[in-house]
Each structure stands twice: as C-alpha cells, then as structure tokens.
C-alpha cells in the first residue's frame, strides 16, 4: 500500500499535486483503509465500484484482495496515472469522467460496465459527488450490495440524522427506510494528506429487503416537497382535505415525521 512519501514520489515525477477544486484528499492512514475493505466484505471475484480512486492505493488494496474493480476517475492527469501503473491489470477497469450523468443520474459509461451485475461501493469519495452519488444509488440501483466510504461528517451526520433535527432531510429518510446505516470510524483531518478543511467519517449503508414495486424517486420527490416546507403544518402543505394514513393530524410540521410516516403518508396519497 502506497505511503505518503511514494504519493509525493508519484505525483512530483508527473508534476502533478493534489487539486482542491475536485476534492482530492488522499486517504493516507493504511489502517483506516484496511478497515474501510473490512467493513465491505468484498473478496475473490466481487465488482467493487470505486469513484475517486487518485494514485490508487485503495485500488491496489482491492486488487490484492480478488476483487474486480471498475474505477473511475474525473481528473485526467489522474486517469493516466493510474493507466500507467494498474492499465495491465486484468481485474481493473478505469472510467476517466463524471460519475453523474446529472444531479440524479449515475453516468451511463458506470451503468454500462456494472450491466446488471451486483455489486459494492468502496471509496474515498470526493465531497462534491458524495450525496447525489449515494443517493442515486439507493434510489434507483438495487444491484447495489452495499456503499462502504469515506464521506465529509456533516454527510454521514445527515444520513444518520433524527427527525426534527436541522440535520434531517431527503437522504435521511430515504437511507434510514431503505437501508442500514453504520458509522465505520470517525477520521480526523491528519488522516489525509493534504488535511482537508472539514471532518470525515466512514459509514456503511446496507440495502434493506424491501419491496421492489415501489417507485424511490417518486417517494423522495414528494419528501423533498414537504421538506421544502419543514415548518409548515401538513395540512398548508398537501391540503387539509388530502388522504391520510388513521390518526395522522393535520397540524403536524413534515420535520416531526419519522421515515416510516414519510412512507404511509406517500402510500395513503398514491392510493386516491
């Protein structure tokens, strides 16, 4: 695994040095990435997605564990470092772009080369991608095994937030509904180099068996809607004559529900 001093041989050889622009902080601490591949239970012949992958040392990890990698990288001078050193490698394949195709949609190259195969998340993600990235992903990719990364706190905060905090919004009732979320280890800023200017933390979200006839982009528009207007009462929200679940009061603010309201109120009004 790749040291802090071969990450600075290997860039200053390229003339390159980390840009902060595309949030590239480099996971250094090896004990934090072993523990990060631990937590995914990824081995032999399993698809791992990693976005963000910089010079490679969790790539190499990976790769060294069976695993199959499809890794994708917008920086350019990024992607041709990382054909030069893991190119020949048979298990690996490389994206160089955006891992969204928008503010909603996983890029159609990743969509093509996942197929429908199962497969993991394992990453240290860029801060800009994280949120729609996971959430695109719980939404609409139920291939999707698990997502084991490295995020930005005040994320992992949001993904694990209680109704009624400030913290809680969309991602907090769609990952608490359709998934198991685990906090892995709270990372301070030494931990990467160069130190980012804000904490991170590693989580785990593991699908929940839940129903498949279920349309998630429609129920997280509609929780957007009433979080739009967390302080309002429901009823100046979706109307006081709207259909709802027994014993649900009107007078209640969007921000008070828990995820499993958010669902019984999107199932009484679907029902109409």
């Known amino acids: ?3 802090l001093a071969q990450i600075k041989e290997i860039l200053e050889e390229r003339c390159m040095s980390p840009r902060h622009k595309l949030g590239q902080n480099f996971l250094i601490d090896h004990n934090l990435i072993r523990k990060l591949v631990d937590a995914s239970g990824v081995g032999e012949g399993d698809l791992v997605l990693e976005v963000g992958p910089g010079t490679g040392t969790m790539t190499e ?3 060294e564990r069976g695993c199959e990698v499809v890794a994708c990288e917008l920086d350019k001078d990024m992607a041709d470092l990382l054909r030069d050193r893991l190119g020949g490698h048979e298990r690996f394949r490389l994206i ?5 195709e928008s503010k909603h949609e996983v890029s159609r190259v990743i969509a093509s080369q996942l197929g429908d195969c199962d497969f993991t998340l394992v990453a240290n993600l ?3 991608a994280a949120t729609p990235l996971m959430l695109a992903l719980m939404l609409e990719w139920p ?3 698990g997502q084991f990364v490295t995020i930005q706190r005040e994320v992992a905060d949001r993904l694990m937030a209680e109704p009624g905090t400030k913290a809680f919004g969309v991602i907090s009732v769609v ?3 359709f998934a198991r979320v685990e906090l892995v280890a709270k990372l301070p800023r030494e931990c990467f180099w160069p130190q980012p200017d804000v904490a991170s933390a590693m989580v785990s979200v593991v699908p929940r068996d839940l129903r498949k006839d279920f349309d998630r982009r429609l129920f997280a528009t509609f929780c957007q809607k009433l979080l739009g ?3 309002k009462q429901l009823g100046s929200v979706i109307g006081r004559d709207a259909p ?3 014993g649900f009061d009107t007078r209640r603010r969007a921000e008070s529900l828990s995820p499993e309201e958010f669902l019984s109120l999107y199932e009484a009004r679907s029902a109409r």
């Open 229 to 231: 207007q967390r302080r």
């Open 96 to 100: 160089e772009g955006d891992c969204l």
């Open 143 to 145: 291939t999707c095994l």
């Open 175 to 177: 990952a608490q509904l």
């Open 61 to 63: 990890e990976l790769l």
């Open 126 to 128: 860029p801060y800009g």
């Open 1 to 3: 695994m790749q040291t």
């Open 244 to 246: 709802l679940p027994e």
